[in-house]
């Protein structure tokens, strides 16, 4: 099933985030999100993590751009493991670390994919797809489906 959803601004994304992370529940669990540049999926998983892990761990998120990989821990809550595959030529260059979490009880959560959802998801107790269209300056279309 293919759900959509139209959030007007940062501040509904947030709260639509904070809301689908109670979706989650077996782990390893994988987020795939998808979208171009400034499409809101650091900004999705600030939200996440707010609604998976509280506020202290939530302020904590931001780009892995640069560092490729970042981790949120709270006091209860599964370990976040937050993946930008962007800047890579392939995905297999963090397969290492990427094995690590999928023995785990983690959640996964990767900005620009890369078709790599078939790898993954035969690992994961829980996988899903989601992207994100720019309608406006602060309007995004969210397309969520189970994988
Ligand atoms: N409805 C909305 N949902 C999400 N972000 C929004 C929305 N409206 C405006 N924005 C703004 O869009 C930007 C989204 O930035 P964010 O870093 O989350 O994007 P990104 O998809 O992770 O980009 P990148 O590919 O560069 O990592 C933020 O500045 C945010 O405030
Ligand atoms: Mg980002």
């Not at 007007?8 to 994988?30: D, G, N, Y």
């Amino acid at each position: 099933m293919v759900e959509h959803y139209a959030l007007l601004s940062s501040a509904e994304t947030l709260a639509f985030a904070k809301v689908f992370a109670r979706r989650l529940e077996r782990f390893p669990a994988c987020v795939f999100l998808e979208g171009p540049l400034g499409a809101g999926k650091t900004l999705f998983t600030r939200g996440l993590v707010f609604g998976l892990l509280g506020a202290k761990a939530a302020s904590q998120v931001k780009s892995p751009s640069f560092v490729l990989i970042n981790e949120y821990k709270g006091k209860e809550g599964p370990l976040v493991a937050h993946i930008d595959f962007y800047r890579l030529k392939g995905w297999k260059e963090l397969l290492d670390e990427v094995l690590d979490y999928l023995s785990a009880p983690c959640l996964i959560v990767i900005e620009w994919p890369k078709s790599s959802q078939g790898f993954f998801v035969p690992h994961v107790r829980q996988a899903y797809n989601i992207s994100i269209e720019i309608t406006g300056p602060s309007e995004r279309l969210f397309t969520v489906e189970e994988l």
